[in-house]
């Protein structure tokens, strides 16, 4: 039998996307929809004075302008998050952050609801505000929130719940041995402190959503988002409504990254149509979007202790969020990249506090890596460090405390299916570690360095899927993925046309709408492939054998001697076979009807100690990505020169090769603008000062340098044919193997990102002449 | 428990509709869009000797004007149907009726694709042409098509695949006993002949599709569709894809009939699409409706042979059905109709011959009562008739020959779960016959009459629906029924409510779409409570038995203990209970999942003995229908006056009892039409002479009398607790009531409709002093 899987099939989407044709949520038009403009706040945190749309609403082809006052005739509690139920819908008497959205103007067309938009004069009593996350951590910030509202996934946060008096949301902690008594025992006791920046998702479809108002009196909402299923949680929470009353429903994305996850848009143009009584269409600007969601700055604090013979007997992590003003799903990140703070590495004392801190800045959430590219970037880096201090080879002391397949990881979950050997391996040898480096004596300085990081899947999380077999041989499928540019309808296809035995062509895969696909968790962290693989395979393997036993006794061979291959059911190693068609036509008489299962896939976990964070079963699976470096460093300006960069990562199998590599690379090459030219600044009000891809620099084709991918497939036990997520792996490792090769190159250490040409001249001019190489 | 099955709720959509808000796919736009006009054939009979599109391409806005030379580009077999494979998505050579589409003229609006039409100009070579149903039938009458071309479904009909010499498309026939040796022995041989005209749907939104091709090569089609599983089906046959890479996609439809049902603008709209590379909508106007499909004109020739005692002996019934030009569904019409032509009365010999006859009229097919209303006009007038020639009381006459529960059918089923004999006693006692009737001596008299009458539901047909429990208890239910304005997504909701104990409105049900429904035979005869009843029924079934497996472990008791009611699985008798929503909570830790499942209703079926007609299993169910009627007619004018109208239906269960009511008398208001005003009539030529509502006169509100509407609950065995169709019932028995309350006020006796004054007036003309009462 041909393979679907295993075989890099075409996008199905592939030529409507490069002929510009797709049908992207940011092109949808209802009819009588009206467009809705946000009026954004002006100051970082103040008392909403006055409010005057008076002008705005002379403005022609204006509808209707909305504050929080309309917003609570619909919703007497307007506060969401998936998280927590901290953010309203329109500001409340209070803002928070520069950019928050205080009104929304409605009108006819675009253009008019600008003009209103502009019009709209908002008057502020400013309170003293903070951006730092450590600053905002400690007792005597000014506090953002009169209560933490943490929702009910968050029911365990009760120590919390209610607190007036601080920006911490949330402090996940871990602790395995006795890490105090370790480190006053080690040999060496190293301390390292590291930063990230805020980042901007920038999905080159802003965020958008339509609203309107159902037949029946619920609720449609067109959106781009990556989790239509927690969309609907949400609407259907804050409007009082059974969740079948609300359908979200999206379309290819434009990219995602993060941007469009969680409730963003869909709250409020769901009021703006039952207000209106007409469709409303928001989308934003990418300089909006700026504001909508970041990936969290981050301030990470490692520490330590090394016997001498380099094995790493205890280490205590401490990580402060910069979660912005509104928790969004912050609080997960805290914990889920806390979990894992500590790195790739057996150590038997481990201690780890990781927190959630609300600041006066755009809220941050997900983005590609949920954290783990910041704690990579800390406990890469210190490693390398941590190496140098004791005179080792960087390579062989990660090899000698690596985390094998079998060994117990720090949260007290043995990694079953993990490849870390295997991945560092493979980057090893394609770096050929071995071959001494050409290094310039001029300006130029070359070097190379690497980094390897260890993620878990966000656990618990469940998908379902729905498979039905036409009566023509053909297949539909209901999955809840979005397609955010990953090519999930391709392996989706693929994984059914496996398992039914089908070409992929007749596989039609819908777009995610919660009125008829199943519940998911999300588009997110990596978790697709595995977990809505595993259910539409387990939905197809059902449908095969309904199949299977209608056409046994039509091939007069019992069910476990048959198989299907190319839309016929043989029997294997006989003679008889017979047409899916021709089965489904016995059941009715005509070609008509049709086989339909469901399936729904929840790997198994367990909560971890609230005290410990240990837990024999914290996630479903993990995942591992490395990076290489080769490096050419201009002393004299500072200018990085990525030469070659390799990105190693496990797929357990690869479904789709070039869909596989397509991840890793875009990745690798999203994780290089992190490293070395992306990072959203702001000024000492809180005001963006890079809005918008004029200011922001996300890597062009141009700062793309030759990129090697190498696939492990050491197959996932319970993964679809194998498999597991790599949407995220490529963003692991790139910038401490980058920061690690400017040592190697410059002897320059730098503990920040963005590696940007100023930042990497000052850390050379910084440098003793003694620590160059 | 309290039970939503039996109560009368209220519509899901009845607010948006009353407030002229609901979502029609008339009021359906897509982005980029273009708008199509037809050119219609001006001829009935023709070949085509030219195509001018000059003038028309010259037209400011007209972007593309297709005929059949593009379309053959697209499709090179371009002839579709649901029953024959004979219909040009547009005229190939030649033109069979007048109004039959020529070419298509695609423009940014609407004004300038009419504007195109009206300059293309086409040139016809004319052909005989034959318009009687009697006349076609001959040997001698001009043929229509090359060659009949029956589809996959018609495989049986050998002795006609692929004649050239005949317009007979279909010849069914029933036979039983020995009719020509018991009409021989019979004491009364009584002959006579019906006529019906041909009548429009007239559905409010007319008829209209938008075509599109979807971003993964395959088609979308939005259509006001009654049946998009055919439609797809047809589409995909044509096109040579796959069922799963073509989507029909519905909404609310502003009236059906059968005017909606199979394929009508769906393959046209996907040729411009996919020529024109944009999406293209097709909204035809009243009488371009009236110009695609009809209900059948027939000629309806029956002869019995009655004994002595009044056992009706023999019967003879020869059909012919005025097809028109294409089959569409005629020739299963002509089947079904056939079937049941002898009348739900026990007779032991019966010949049936049934014709679907091609003529040079607009193609004629299924219509609210598939046949019935024709054949039932027929054989209740001649039960009156026979009765009178007997001098039996009419309704006495029926009580004694009328097949009771348990009686074998003419077809050899046995009628197992009939009401014939419940419905004709409701009917007997709403109207009070042993009441003398107050008949006046003026030139008004007043008289009343009963029919009765029975259909079998097609079969085979098959149903598939998908029934999801969300996390928060809410249900979401995919059910291929179109909701034609009959309520079925109230009805639907009620059975799923009822099945697993939720409030209805907590269950959301979706429009059909072929993506995400599973298949559905389709919205028509009377079928879809039963089937797609059955089919929601066994899903939400199935997940309220997945659902107390998981809550049987959190109530400490066994699942044969648990029941469920209004949201909560409770403990039988016992203390224990818990909502779904914590009962979903249990499976994933979080408020997240759901439980799904489908289920395929297909009832058994013994196809028929082509030479015999008989099968021990022709149909599902049987549908009872009676009407009763009391007139005033106008001597002197023949303006008829129906004082009260009372229909008798037999629903198995009412599931909701307004919805019931409100079908069997919109069903009877509709028969009303075709009893005494509706025809569609044509000049010599063929040329529609009553094009639109202007001249083609539907009953208005000051048209319809008082109506008593009785609904008769005899359970259906095997229909969802308890149910079945009533959506034709209504229309089955009214216009022989009123002919037989005409000819007990006047003696005249109408043998053709509609009973206009005119006709009314000529029969009590034709009748002499001695035959009135």
Redesign the interface.
């Known amino acids: 039998m041909k393979s679907t899987v295993g075989h890099s099939a075409t996008r199905?989407?592939g030529?409507?996307?490069t002929s510009g044709?797709?049908?992207y949520i940011h092109?949808?038009?209802v009819?009588g929809m009206l467009h809705a403009k946000l009026v954004r706040s002006l100051v970082a945190h103040a008392t909403i004075s006055s409010i005057d749309t008076e002008a705005a609403r002379a403005v022609p082809g204006v509808h209707a302008i909305i504050t929080a006052a309309e917003v609570l005739t619909v919703l007497p509690d307007p506060y969401f998050g998936p998280a927590f139920h901290d953010q309203p819908v329109l500001a409340v008497d209070k803002v928070r952050f520069v950019g928050e959205p205080v009104a929304v103007v409605l009108a006819d067309d675009v253009r008019a609801a600008e003009e209103g938009a502009a019009l709209v004069d908002v008057q502020y009593d400013e309170l003293p505000a903070v951006f730092d996350e450590v600053a905002a951590a400690a007792p005597d910030a000014p506090v953002l929130h009169e209560e933490l509202r943490p929702g009910?996934?968050f029911a365990d946060l009760k120590h919390l719940k209610g607190r007036r008096d601080t920006n911490v949301a949330l402090d996940y902690q871990l602790r395995r041995g006795d890490v105090d008594a370790a480190l006053a025992a080690a040999d060496h006791v190293v301390t390292h402190t590291f930063t990230t920046p805020a980042i901007a998702h920038a999905p080159l479809e802003p965020v958008v959503a339509i609203g309107q108002?159902?037949?029946?009196?619920?609720l449609i909402i067109h959106s781009a988002t990556q989790n239509p299923?927690i969309a609907r949680?949400e609407v259907?929470r804050l409007f009082g409504l059974?969740?079948?009353?609300v359908s979200i429903r999206t379309g290819?994305l434009g990219g995602g990254f993060g941007a469009k996850l969680y409730p963003k848009l869909e709250p409020l143009v769901a009021v703006c149509a039952v207000l209106a009584?007409r469709p409303v269409r928001l989308a934003l600007s990418m300089e909006e979007t700026f504001s909508t969601l970041t990936r969290h700055a981050s301030t990470i604090t490692i520490t330590s202790g090394v016997d001498a013979d380099g094995t790493i007997a205890a280490r205590r992590v401490d990580v402060w969020w910069n979660g912005g003003a509104y928790a969004d799903i912050g609080p997960r990140v805290t914990q889920k990249a806390g979990l894992t703070a500590a790195g790739p590495y057996r150590i038997a004392n481990v201690a780890i506090d990781s927190r959630a801190v609300y600041t006066n800045l755009p809220p941050a959430g997900a983005m590609r890596g949920f954290g783990v590219p910041q704690v990579a970037w800390a406990y890469e880096r210190h490693t390398d460090l941590l190496a140098r201090e004791l005179g080792r080879d960087p390579v062989a002391f990660r090899q000698q405390n690596l985390l094998h397949r079998g060994a117990e990881h720090h949260t007290g979950t043995v990694l079953a299916d993990t490849a870390n050997e295997e991945v560092l391996a493979e980057l090893v040898q394609a770096m050929d570690l071995d071959r001494p480096i050409e290094r310039s004596q001029g300006p130029v300085r070359r070097g190379r360095g690497i980094a390897i990081a260890l993620k878990a899947v966000v656990t618990?999380?469940?998908s379902?899927a729905?498979v039905?077999l036409?009566?023509?041989?053909?297949?539909?499928v209901?999955c809840p993925t979005v397609d955010v540019g990953q090519g999930s309808?391709t392996a989706m296809a693929q994984l059914v046309a496996e398992t039914l035995g089908l070409p992929a062509?007749?596989?039609?895969v819908?777009h995610a709408?919660?009125?008829?696909?199943?519940?998911d968790?999300g588009t997110l962290g990596s978790r697709s492939t595995y977990h809505a693989g595993n259910a539409v395979v387990g939905a197809a393997t059902a449908v095969r054998e309904e199949l299977l036993e209608v056409a046994a006794p039509l091939l007069g061979a019992p069910v476990e001697d048959l198989e299907v291959e190319g839309g016929e059911v043989l029997v294997r190693g006989g003679q008889g076979r017979i047409s899916f068609r021709d089965v489904m036509v016995s059941?009715?008489?005509?070609?008509?009807?049709?086989?339909?299962?469901?399936h729904?896939f929840?790997p198994d976990?367990t909560?971890p100690d609230p005290e410990t964070g240990q837990s024999p079963r914290i996630t479903a699976f993990w995942m591992t990505g490395a990076a290489g470096a080769e490096v050419e460093v201009d002393t004299e300006t500072g200018q990085l020169r990525v030469t070659r960069l390799v990105v190693v990562g496990d797929a357990g199998r690869a479904l789709n090769p070039e869909l596989v590599r397509t991840q890793l690379t875009g990745a690798a090459v999203m994780q290089l603008g992190m490293s070395c030219s992306e990072e959203l600044t702001h000024d000492e009000d809180g005001q963006l000062t890079s809005p918008g891809l004029g200011f922001y620099k996300v890597p062009g084709f141009l700062d793309v340098p030759p990129i090697e991918c190498i696939v492990v497939e050491v197959p996932q036990r319970d993964g679809p044919y194998g498999a597991k997520g790599v949407g995220e792996t490529g963003t692991f490792a790139v910038a401490p193997a980058l920061a690690n090769a400017i040592a190697d190159a410059t002897g320059a250490d730098l503990h920040a990102l963005p590696m940007t040409a100023e930042r990497v001249l000052a850390a050379i001019e910084a440098t003793t002449e003694e620590d160059q190489p």
Chains 1, 2 share one sequence.
């Open positions: 199905t989407e030529v409507a996307k044709r797709v049908s092109n949808l038009a009819p009910t996934a108002v159902a037949d029946d009196g619920g299923s949680l259907a059974p969740e079948s009353m290819f009584r618990p999380s469940t379902g729905v039905r036409n009566a023509d041989g053909s297949a539909s209901q309808m062509s007749r596989v039609r819908t709408d919660t009125d008829t696909t199943p519940y968790t059941r009715v008489g005509v070609q008509a009807g049709s086989i339909t299962h469901a729904e929840t976990y909560a």
